[in-house]
């Protein structure tokens, strides 16, 4: 059976990223004293309410405060957009507040590894060494050269180099075999970090743990924040995580490819055709049980979905398998704190730049038993620069969303890049009220909760060939303008 490695797919489904968006600048920077000066300003109640009828922009139909509608078209009919969106604003106050970076070391990791951990006796890779295990990698190298480097793509003079150097590969494992253990060594209890230097011009992980059962069915793994450079130009990426992998949860010969995953409408039934036995709800109070193990109290569950391998992809063989996701998000004031896409990355476009993740939380159950956790970007929330931040009107937030969404979307469509885009539909079914982390452009040492006005939905669009939705993962806003100042945020920018 050909099986994907299941810890790495469940950091795939748990760390996706979006779609590139078309190279057209429409973000100024942000400076953060006029945006802290404007949001001291006496606050304002945020109030939902009906927008005058302007011209290209039709009168909105909402009944209540709750919900919004209306519609647009650009500079021709190819270009549509229709807002029926449920309008969601916690009742605040809403700060902004100092955030940096969180890292994880021995100390800070070794709560995670004893309570995901336990009950498993988990070994480094050093320790699990043993005659059994090089016996296997001295086969595989022996069948790998006497098959004349299968896969070897360099330049046919060379390929007796290459050989010569596997045969001394192979003769390193034969004396590690000598000396090797029968058995494995001394399980792991505690988190020790190693570390190593970056390469010239590459960006390295810095410090790492992992650990794994020794017939390799739990897998425990902390990454600690990167150094790295390029040329001569250093920087640091901001990339703690900490992830623990059970394989053992999953039933045998399953599909291990859980990269898609689909809503749940009801969460106290079973999905139909899951093969679950436990609702989603249960599946969320064991989540929520777990984080209070942790000590993790400044979270709430964002979203219960069904993670699946998707029908019909090619290479998995096996008995399709299904899991509930279960996705957190942090809280300040009762506000959440959004992760608008995987990580904004600061610097020069040319050249490779630093990084800092954005905030996540995951869990994965099969029934009642864990599958994979997956906690990374840690905030560390500092000062608090405004209690209350004076917000613009919804009214004018909304003509800030006429404007932006033609400027960032509407310029696809003239684009030869995406394949001659002839019709654009935007859907917006949801308007949400959130916190952001948003940084000063080339830093990534530190940065601002801020208040944002979040846009999702659907972007249609439709090609001479084909067509598809360029806001595919309904979780992640398409569009995010700062509350305070109407500006837009680039995700991926971080600003």
Known sequence: MKRITAFFVFCLLLLMGCQPTPAVETVPPKDFDA?????????APVLVTLMPETEGLSAPAAETAERFQTEFYGNSESFHVVVDAEVIQPEGPFPILEVSPGDFDDESAQPFFDVLTEGYTLYTAGELETKASLEKQISEMQQFIDDGLPGYDGPAGKKKEEIKHWK????????RYLTAPDEPGTPSTRVQLTWREPAK???????????QSADKKQIFQVRTNATGAHGKRKFNSKQAVVMFCNEAALPENVIHAFYQSDAIEDRD????????????????NQAEALMKRLGLTDFAVKDVRLAHAPE?????????CCLYSVSFVRMVNGIPVIRPTNESSSGNEAEPRPSWTYETLSMTFHDADLYGFAYGGPLVLGKT??????LMSFDAIMERFDQMVRMKYEGMMADPGWGGIRSMEVRVDRIELTLERVIQPDNIDGGLLVPVWSFYGSILCTRPEDSFNHAYDPTVPFLTLNAVDGTLIDPMKGY
């Open 35 to 43: 945006l802290i000066e404007k949001a001291q300003a006496n606050p």
């Open 168 to 175: 001394k590969e192979l003769e390193k494992l034969k004396q």
């Open 201 to 211: 011009y590459d960006t390295q992980i810095a410090g790492s743990f992992m650990v």
């Open 269 to 284: 039934a079973i999905p139909a055709g899951s093969g679950l036995r436990f609702t989603p709800r249960e599946a969320q």
């Open 312 to 320: 019909g992809a090619d290479g998995l063989i096996g008995v399709p």
């Open 385 to 390: 620069l405004v209690e209350d931040a004076q």
